[in-house]
């Protein structure tokens, strides 16, 4: 029957794809198709049927891999607010892509051969990314100049960090850091950088409490208030009122 074809061999193409990600992911990319196809329990030639090379397989796999990754963006997208949905896609790509490099270079490397399929999810990977910037850049949750390429190269680090660190629990944590260095806070950026020196006017180089004008020092944060008079005062009335 040709639609139960369809559906095994569909299914069998999964599980092809399913296995190659784990044997890449374990052994590196100089695995033959035919040990691929053991250790999926499949036919050699259901193997070569859908993927005729090596090569063609890897590029499915990164595929599926950023389509996967499209689809969570999704699900975030109108669940979360804008900036849950962006930050929390972007930890959520850095831990899906850990140990993933190897796959990652060996496409690049290897220019021989169309990337249709790669380009097209590269393709709606970038999309989505974008998406979830610009909500979260009009929500007013991430700073201003950080692009959807910055994000993308960001992500590739973090996946760096995370595979490479002896410990996923502190890796996850410095993956956090580094994405709390793009969010918009009453602190946000130091003055030797472009963001911190678009502080050196305005309301931001007063004392929140006195509104004396602060003495600014070349580097580290930007200071709050001119002294710790200002500062206590304003502690003593955050306690006072619960705020």
């Not at 794809?17 to 035919?34: H, I, K, N, P, Y």
């Not at 996967?68 to 790509?93: C, H, I, N, Q, S």
């Not at 220019?111 to 970038?126: E, S």
């Amino acid at each position: 029957m040709p639609g139960v074809a369809r559906v095994d061999a569909r299914r069998n193409r999964e599980i092809v794809l399913r296995t190659a990600m784990q044997v890449f992911d374990e052994d590196g990319m100089d695995v033959s198709l035919g040990r691929i196809a053991r250790r999926a329990g499949v036919g050699a030639g259901t193997v070569y049927r859908h993927f005729p090379s090596r090569e063609i397989l890897l590029e499915a796999v990164l595929a599926e891999h950023l389509g996967g990754l499209v689809r969570a963006a999704e699900r975030r997208e109108g669940r979360m607010t804008p900036g849950d949905a962006l930050f929390g896609f972007l930890l959520d790509a850095m831990e899906k892509s850990a140990g993933r490099g190897a796959v990652c270079e060996a496409l690049t490397e290897r220019r021989g051969w169309p990337h249709t399929t790669l380009a097209a999810a590269v393709q709606r990977f970038r999309e989505v990314l974008a998406r979830l910037l610009s909500s979260a850049r009009r929500a007013g949750t991430i700073r201003d100049d950080v692009q959807a390429d910055d994000l993308a190269a960001l992500v590739a680090g973090g996946a760096a960090l995370l595979a490479a660190h002896p410990s996923r629990v502190r890796g996850l944590r410095l993956a956090r850091v580094l994405l709390d260095g793009l969010r918009v806070t009453q602190e946000d950026g130091f003055r030797d950088t472009p963001a911190g020196r678009r502080h050196g006017t305005g309301a931001a180089d007063r004392c929140g409490e006195c509104g004396e004008r602060l003495r600014l020092r070349p580097t580290g944060r930007l200071p709050r208030f001119c002294g710790p008079t200002c500062r206590q005062r304003a502690r003593r009335r955050r306690l006072a009122t619960g705020t």
